[in-house]
């Protein structure tokens, strides 16, 4: 976190696809540097690494995303990446499919005190199939996870848990999205980062941000919508997510509150 503007930043970005005929390294490089000049406290990637799961996809995908800097980089599998039993790859190259983080930064709620960030990723595909789940054998680790004193609360998945306006004919949803919706409410989740739908959204929910990231590097895109990142700011007491475009940089900004924090305080504060 830079202690002089008092902000956590998160960059997310999904859905690169190296290997893929549409595939553009020259997006990749400026959506790279872009995250390097902000330095963020910490980078999502949300899956979709390759085009088919093969090891040289694996590879090239690793050689880019290893240029990423800072100390906190957190990369999951999607669909495309478990096809061809892909899965053993990413595990060969980049580590656990489901794994938890902890963070702190100073600043809780505008606060002079100290603020934990707590961050799960769970693993929502299913081998060779375009479908998401994450199953009840995983929800009593979610909210263990996410229990004691947290103030801001990550969640990350590949797939999406809501319907992404734009994309077409909706497939894909995680099957068991009202469930796992439920956990996370009920573990006053802040924040979900998924991928896979190629086009960026914000849904607030629950007093929940649900953001999906759009494909940084590809032209495999929807309608007129370009590819894209995402850059989060969590401060005091909003959320502010820029949405940028890998083209040419432009931006757009949509600011929601932190509906848990205040709450948050107090139960820490007594």
């Known amino acids: 976190m830079s202690e002089k503007d008092g902000r956590f930043l998160i960059a997310q970005i999904s859905d690169i696809h190296c290997g893929d005929l549409r595939f553009d390294s020259r997006l990749l490089r400026f959506c790279i540097n872009t995250i390097n000049k902000e330095k963020p406290d910490l980078t999502v990637v949300a899956g979709d690494l390759t085009a088919n799961g093969y090891r040289e996809?694996?590879?090239e995908a690793k050689k880019y995303l290893d240029n990423i800097e800072g100390d906190h980089k957190l990369i999951i599998a999607g669909n495309h990446d478990c096809r061809n039993v892909g899965y053993i790859h990413f595990e060969e190259l980049f580590g656990p499919r489901n794994f938890n983080l902890s963070?702190?930064?100073?600043g809780a709620c505008g606060k002079n005190l100290s603020e934990f960030v707590g961050v799960v990723a769970v693993d929502s595909n299913k081998a060779d199939l375009d479908d998401g789940e994450i199953g009840r054998h995983k929800y009593g680790n979610i909210e263990e996870?996410?229990?004691g004193v947290?103030?801001?609360k990550i969640f990350i998945l590949h797939h999406h848990l809501v319907h992404i306006p734009g994309t077409g004919r909706e497939r894909n949803i995680v099957t068991d999205a009202g469930d796992v919706l439920k956990v996370l409410r009920d573990s006053k989740v802040d924040l979900v980062l998924s991928g896979h739908k190629h086009?960026?959204?914000?849904?607030p929910l629950a007093r929940m941000c649900l953001v999906t990231s759009g494909t940084a590097s590809t032209w495999r895109t929807r309608g007129n919508t370009p590819p894209s990142f995402n850059l989060i700011e969590i401060k005091e007491g909003e959320i502010s997510v820029h949405i940028i475009s890998s083209v040419d940089g432009s931006k757009e900004t949509e600011i929601y509150p932190r509906w848990w924090c205040y709450e948050r305080f107090s139960e820490y504060a007594d």
């Open 103 to 106: 963070l702190t930064h100073s």
């Open 145 to 147: 996870m996410f229990s």
């Open 57 to 59: 996809e694996y590879e």
């Open 150 to 152: 947290i103030s801001f």
């Open 199 to 203: 086009v960026p959204y914000v849904w």
